[in-house]
T-cell receptor
Framework: DVKVTQSSRYLVKRTGEKVFLECVQD?????MFWYRQDPGLGLRLIYF???????EKGDIPEGYSVSREKKERFSLILESASTNQTSMYLC?????????????FGPGTRLTVT | DQQVKQNSPSLSVQEGRISILNCDYT??????FLWYKKYPAEGPTFLIS?????DKNEDGRFTVFLNKSAKHLSLHIVPSQPGDSAVYFC??????????????FGTGTRLKVLA
């Protein structure tokens, strides 16, 4: 079974802090994704990576950066957390390029910025 | 600009009956459509997909129908079971000029199957 794990289920941070969200997958997938889920807005893509050290902006990259130094690990960084970044963050991975490839999701990290 | 829309935020169905979840899209360049199911405190899991060149795909109790002219797809669950109670997301993919794929998710429909 593909397993995608996220470092924390719940996180509370203060405005202005630098926040790291970590994601690890164990199936040697090329592609990894970071989404945020907000009520009424569904899942919105922040960044994705199609190879080590390769990344591409999603629909809402502002205020975020990412790092992928190893194939199995994809980190989302909030350089200076703000209250409007309070959300559920979901990491996903998939094998291969192509729209038909299903994504495997982690359980999510609920981040609260106060 | 919501390119993938799920206009019904919630749906209640009696156990054993058919559940129909709907999804509308605006971008004719989408080439695959996928449905995911999400239970509370878990990440979404893949359910079923359909290529834009097909009009139907079936997998057990789940069938997805695609109407390209109406830019509409639907997920049918027959018969519905209490364990199907979850949030269902419709998703679409399209090839970008960069050669990578764009993935757009809908806002989700919460299905409740009543025993």
């Amino acid at each position: 079974d593909v397993k995608v794990t996220q470092s924390s289920r719940y996180l509370v941070k203060r405005t202005g802090e630098k926040v790291f969200l970590e994601c690890v997958q164990d199936m040697d997938h090329e592609n990894m994704f970071w989404y945020r889920q907000d009520p009424g807005l569904g899942l919105r893509l922040i960044y994705f990576s199609y190879d080590v050290k390769m990344k591409e902006k999603g629909d809402i990259p502002e205020g975020y950066s990412v790092s992928r130094e190893k194939k199995e690990r994809f980190s989302l960084i909030l350089e200076s957390a703000s209250t409007n970044q309070t959300s559920m963050y979901l990491c996903a991975s998939s094998h291969g390029q192509g729209g038909s490839y299903e994504q495997y999701f982690g359980p999510g990290t609920r981040l609260t910025v106060t | 600009d919501q390119q993938v829309k799920q206009n019904s935020p919630s749906l209640s169905v009696q156990e054993g009956r058919i559940s129909i979840l709907n999804c509308d899209y605006t971008n004719s360049m989408f080439d695959y459509f996928l449905w995911y199911k999400k239970y509370p405190a878990e990440g979404p899991t893949f359910l079923i997909s359909i290529s834009s060149i097909k009009d139907k795909n079936e997998d057990g109790r789940f069938t997805v129908f695609l109407n390209k002219s109406a830019k509409h797809l639907s997920l049918h669950i027959v018969p519905s079971q209490p364990g199907d109670s979850a949030v269902y997301f419709c998703a679409a993919s399209a090839l970008k000029a960069s050669g990578t794929y764009k993935y757009i998710f809908g806002t989700g429909t919460r299905l409740k199957v009543l025993a």
